[in-house]
């Protein structure tokens, strides 16, 4: 195994290692204001992401190729899901009443928490994503472009689900007791046993997972210096990703945490409506109109937490139109403000993942409406404010709802 990762590392950095020319780096950190429940004085960043790239000449007469090393972290609170059945994934709403009190599912009878209190738990966790990307022949609505693009990557996650960051203060932040050990620290059933729904809490709750993929992209849209400016044209990607047991996912004496593999369809078009220049060149207001289509289906037995499909049925198809608005550049060309608008239809097919016996297949249909207003300033702040209404919530007995969040995002680019 040693050996396998080893060649794949050195393949992936010898395009790294070869090249002499200028490289560049790019950090960003996000959601400075706030920590989990107080920790770090409310001051610790919930994630932060580095990435370092070069570009170099792979094959003569095409474009530079880049070669990109991108490392994450993230420190914040997780949960336990109420809706799974951790020792058959079977989902609740496949059962009725009498049928959910035999099964098992977090928050029932003997968590001391009368099923009201959220199961979170503290989860910090990293990734790295290494990949190598290659474009060939010219965009026709960029000269500068390239109009097919191939991409091979690695990715690879380690997290750890632990008890939450505050149940060592005094009084234990509110706690009623810990949610994997008891109040004496031994750990509780059913963590000391593998959890076949839940393969990111078996054992040690430490788990390493990792994958290899494969994209391919069409490029026929208008590639511009800023976002500020109005885009047009059509796109195209199709993502394969496999992360079998053999892949360095089977090192832990509690089991397989991950053995997959994911087909992903996206096609977009994007057609300018009108756009409004300043006197030098800057963009006063523009608009441009979206439409996409998202194919998916993910296979094998054991999917990880990080690449769980939505409310884990294997095939998803989603339709999205949006109206995309952009503002006047004002003081710098990246000092602006956008809106957008968008209704996204989500059709869900096929079994669930992570079900033992496979037997459970549904298909249910999402509907909701978004808007988000960002205001961008000089390249290294974001503000921005999102809500939205699920008007069409599938499988689960939800009633519509209004929901809305805001996000304060600092990055640097050197």
């Known amino acids: ?10 393949l992936l950095l010898l395009p790294s290692a070869l090249a002499a020319e200028s490289s560049s780096l790019d950090a960003y950190i996000e959601a400075v204001s706030g920590g989990v429940k107080g920790f770090g004085l409310g001051l610790f960043p919930l994630g932060t992401t580095f990435g370092f790239e070069k570009y170099f000449q792979m094959l003569e007469d095409e474009s530079r190729a880049e070669f990109q090393i991108e490392l994450s972290f993230a420190f914040n609170n997780a949960s336990l899901s109420k809706d799974y059945d951790y020792l058959t994934g079977r989902p609740r709403w496949m059962l009725d009443y009498d049928e959910q009190q035999k099964h098992h599912f977090f928050g029932g009878a003997g968590w001391n928490d009368g099923g009201e209190r959220s199961l979170s738990y503290f989860n910090p966790r990293s990734s790295v994503d290494i990949y190598l990307d290659q474009g060939f022949w010219t965009n026709p609505l960029n000269e500068k472009g390239t109009l097919f693009n191939v991409r091979v990557g690695y990715n690879a996650r380690y997290a750890m689900s632990l008890e939450e960051a505050t149940f060592s203060l005094p009084g234990h932040g509110g706690l009623s007791s810990p949610v994997f050990v008891d109040m004496a620290g031994i750990p509780r059933e059913p963590f000391t046993d593998v959890l076949p729904a839940y393969p990111w809490l078996n054992g040690s709750r430490n788990v390493f997972t990792d994958f290899l993929y494969l994209q391919l992209s069409l490029n026929m849209d208008r590639d511009t210096p800023t976002d500020a400016e109005c885009e047009e044209g059509i796109g195209a990607d199709l993502l394969l990703e496999a992360g079998p047991s053999w892949l360095f996912n089977n090192m832990t004496p509690m089991g397989v945490q991950s053995d997959y ?12 409506v009108f756009s409004v220049e300043q006197e030098n060149g800057w963009n006063w207001m523009n608009m441009y109109i979206g439409h996409s289509n998202t194919l998916q289906y993910i296979a094998g037995p054991v999917v990880p937490e990080n690449r769980l499909p939505l409310d884990r049925l294997r095939g998803g198809l989603q339709d999205r139109i949006w109206i ?19 209704l996204y239809n989500t ?3 096929g079994g669930i993942v992570n079900e033992v016996d496979g037997s459970t297949f549904a298909v249910e249909l999402q509907s909701s409406f ?13 503000l921005e404010y999102q809500v939205g209404y699920d008007f069409i919530r599938g499988v689960w007995p939800d009633s519509p709802a209004w929901w809305q969040n805001s996000a304060l995002q600092f990055y640097v680019s050197l």
């Open 1 to 10: 195994m040693r050996k396998a990762l080893g060649i794949i590392m050195a």
């Open 370 to 382: 978004t808007a988000r207003l960002q205001l961008r300033l000089f390249g290294f702040m974001r």
């Open 324 to 342: 995309h608005f952009n503002g006047p550049q004002f003081m710098a060309g990246d000092c602006y403000t956008n809106i957008e608008f968008n």
């Open 347 to 349: 059709l869900m097919f």
């Open 261 to 272: 593999y994911l087909m992903s369809l996206y096609v977009e078009e994007k057609m300018a």
